[in-house]
């Protein structure tokens, strides 16, 4: 096993004093940091005015010792030390959220788009609103702007910042993936960091919502598509390229109905919302032809009137969806034995399909997993999924003390062509 060095040992342990402080539900004492890291007072000490020094935590109060000495002075993230642009790209709309260092959501915009896209349109859409998001922001924002996250759904390549599928493209060769980090980081004069939607809402959840403290949670998200995001041991799992947890793209019949992602049978194809209406169209319950991605949500709320009405064949086709997705959650809890099971997507309908989801999912459970409530159901807005791809941002920051020097010395200048690191 290779040995860390001195250096690598340090920012290790800078990123776990930080990474603590942001974590925290509370302001933290000196002494809770050494008890949550195990690191050693005088470390704790140094580390710690190494960050205040830097700008990057602030000292925000007093509290009594624990030993009846001194007044423990109390730790928090400065919000104001570095900015961020959380965007989340689903198949109706882009959601951009202006999220501080702190992780708290300053300031949001929602603007439509119909999907599919060319790449290129993408990419230029995506540069026009974040800037405008940008241009509406103080000053001082626009030059502590530290990086860009953003959202995307499908098989996406975290590491090279490339998307394999994607809903949201028009198909190009397939053997070529699409750069959107490198493109977009040009254009922007910024880091971009790119990540599979499910994924940052998983993180999201695990920063800032039901998932904090736990290290095991399986987030599934039903929506147009079907995802999953998973928190494995204390860490968002990609897998190798960061393609793992493709939850909606297990072949669940063979030959079965054709996926958008070109395969046949996967069990996306039989419970997501386009696959809902599909089998809406195909029972007459709804009328014919190809629907854009706006029109596809439209259709979903429209059946699940035909089945709260009492139409049976509409009552039917949410049932079965129910099953089957509640069949291949219970498996994937057999298989990765999470603390909690996250279900987040559209409100609309849940309660058409939640109890044969329910039933089915504890059937197919292991008998040792059927004595703990796991299932949890949540409907985030986009906002949410936006700040977690900004909490992706703030995290490289946190493991990156060069990154911190650089912004505690001189923020990023401003130039005509957008922001940009200086070196």
Request: aromatic share 4%; hydrophobic share 45%.
């Amino acid at each position: 096993m290779t040995r860390l060095q001195s250096k690598q040992i340090s920012l290790l342990h800078l990123y776990q004093v930080l990474h603590t402080v942001r974590l925290g539900r509370s302001p933290v004492s000196r002494a809770e940091i050494g008890q949550a890291t195990g690191l050693s007072q005088p470390a704790v000490s140094s580390l710690t005015r190494r960050l205040l020094e830097s700008g990057a935590l602030m000292e925000v109060g007093a509290r009594p010792s624990l030993g009846g000495g001194r007044r423990e002075r109390e730790l928090a993230v400065n919000p104001d030390f570095a900015w961020v642009v959380g965007v989340k790209v689903s198949m109706h709309q882009i959601t951009l959220a202006l999220v501080d260092f702190a992780g708290g959501v300053r300031d949001t915009l929602k603007v439509p788009i119909s999907a599919p896209v060319t790449q290129a349109a993408l990419l230029q859409r995506l540069v026009k609103e974040i800037k405008a998001c940008l241009a509406a922001a103080d000053p001082q924002v626009r030059q502590r702007l530290a990086g860009v996250g953003v959202a995307v759904p499908g098989m996406v390549d975290s590491l090279r910042g490339e998307v394999h599928w994607s809903p949201m493209l028009k198909p190009g060769r397939k053997d070529e993936s699409a750069p959107l980090a490198a493109p977009l980081t040009d254009a922007l004069g910024v880091p971009v960091m790119i990540e599979n939607d499910a994924n940052m809402l998983a993180l999201a959840e695990q920063w800032f919502g039901e998932a904090a403290r736990l290290t095991n949670v399986a987030v599934v998200t039903l929506e147009h598509g079907l995802g999953l995001g998973l928190v494995l041991d204390g860490e968002l799992f990609r897998g190798h390229s960061g393609l793992a947890a493709e939850f909606g793209h297990i072949q669940v019949v063979p030959d079965g109905r054709a996926c958008r992602c070109g395969k046949h049978g996967c069990l996306e194809a039989y419970v997501a919302h386009s696959a809902v209406v599909g089998q809406g169209q195909e029972a007459g319950l709804l009328p014919a032809g190809e629907l854009g991605s706006g029109e596809i949500e439209t259709a979903y709320v429209e059946l699940a009137q035909k089945a709260r009405a009492g139409h049976q064949q509409a009552r039917r086709i949410f049932e079965q969806q129910g099953e089957l997705l509640g069949r291949w959650m219970g498996n994937m809890v057999n298989l990765l034995a999470p603390q909690l099971v996250m279900l987040d997507g559209m409100q609309e309908g849940t309660e058409l399909f939640f109890d044969s989801l329910q039933r089915a999912m504890n059937e197919a459970l292991a008998l040792p997993h059927r004595q703990r409530d796991l299932l949890v159901v949540h409907h985030r807005g986009d906002e949410t999924w936006a700040r977690g791809a900004a909490s992706l941002v703030l995290q490289r920051l946190d493991e990156s003390a060069e990154i911190l020097e650089s912004v505690s010395r001189h923020g990023f200048e401003t130039d005509p062509d957008g922001p940009r690191p200086v070196t």
